[in-house]
């Protein structure tokens, strides 16, 4: 028998991600013309996979993203906000080097559950985003126990979505970088989660990222 997929898909290349800029969920970030290429790219792989339905975050980005997908696949999204970027507060609009150099590694601080550092700058916890996204994966095994499913989000959600299976330091998950329009590979069975890929793309991105 083959067990289900669960695959989660960060957006594709985007112009905060050329600039460095934190752009949270509610400014425009549209994808570059190499980012419509990777997730182009990635969904001739999905084409291989009888996907039943396909969860995308509400944010351009990965709107842009699940357009291409469904394109060729020949279907439709459903938007889920469980998917959604983190909530950045008063951090959104700010270059990522910059708040390194003027506040120190705020971003280590976020995967460390407990610290409170971030609330002041009205940051969502990483415990928060693990639990919308523990919320998400157990519905898809309630409703989907057969089936393969696809939600496009970002970096953070995907990460959240590892350390639920994994326990992984607050190192780790900083430094383990989800490459954009790369695929992460769930199996599930008997109601449990198997990790089966992390950043699944084509062999030619790996030797030129």
Same mark, same amino acid.
């Given at each position: 028998?083959?067990?289900?997929?669960?695959?989660?898909?960060?957006?594709?290349?985007?112009?905060?991600?050329?600039?460095?800029?934190?752009?949270?969920?509610?400014?425009?970030?549209?994808?570059? @013309?190499?980012?419509?290429?990777?997730?182009?790219?990635?969904?001739?792989?999905?084409?291989?996979? !009888?996907?039943?339905?396909?969860?995308?975050? !509400?944010?351009?980005?990965?709107?842009?993203?699940?357009?291409?997908?469904?394109?060729?696949?020949?279907?439709?999204?459903? &938007?889920? @906000?469980?998917?959604?970027?983190?909530?950045?507060?008063?951090?959104?609009?700010?270059?990522?080097?910059?708040? &390194? @150099?003027?506040?120190?590694?705020?971003? $280590?601080?976020?995967?460390?559950?407990?610290?409170?550092?971030?609330?002041?700058?009205?940051?969502?916890?990483?415990?928060?985003?693990?639990?919308?996204?523990?919320?998400?994966?157990?519905?898809?095994?309630?409703?989907?126990?057969?089936?393969?499913?696809?939600?496009?989000?970002?970096?953070?959600?995907?990460?959240?979505?590892?350390?639920? $299976?994994?326990? $992984?330091? !607050?190192?780790?998950?900083?430094?383990?970088?989800?490459? *954009?329009?790369?695929?992460?590979?769930?199996?599930?069975? *008997?109601?449990?989660?198997?990790?089966?890929?992390?950043?699944?793309?084509?062999?030619?991105?790996?030797?030129?990222?």
């Amino acid at each position: 028998m083959n067990l289900p997929l669960t695959i989660l898909m960060r957006h594709g290349q985007a112009d905060n991600n050329i600039n460095r800029i934190l752009v949270g969920r509610y400014i425009d970030s549209h994808l570059t @013309e190499y980012g419509k290429q990777q997730v182009a790219d990635t969904a001739n792989y999905l084409k291989k996979v !009888p996907i039943e339905k396909i969860y995308v975050s !509400p944010v351009t980005r990965t709107i842009e993203t699940a357009n291409i997908v469904c394109e060729a696949l020949g279907m439709n999204y459903e &938007i889920d @906000e469980r998917l959604y970027e983190i909530e950045l507060g008063k951090l959104v609009g700010m270059n990522f080097d910059d708040i &390194i @150099e003027k506040h120190g590694n705020l971003f $280590l601080k976020f995967y460390t559950e407990g610290d409170q550092t971030l609330r002041n700058y009205g940051v969502e916890s990483f415990s928060s985003v693990k639990k919308r996204m523990k919320h998400i994966l157990d519905e898809i095994m309630e409703k989907y126990p057969e089936k393969n499913v696809l939600l496009i989000t970002h970096l953070d959600p995907i990460k959240a979505a590892l350390s639920i $299976l994994l326990d $992984l330091k !607050p190192d780790s998950l900083y430094q383990w970088h989800m490459r *954009n329009a790369a695929m992460t590979i769930l199996k599930h069975e *008997n109601k449990i989660y198997s990790l089966f890929g992390v950043n699944i793309m084509g062999i030619h991105r790996y030797l030129t990222e």
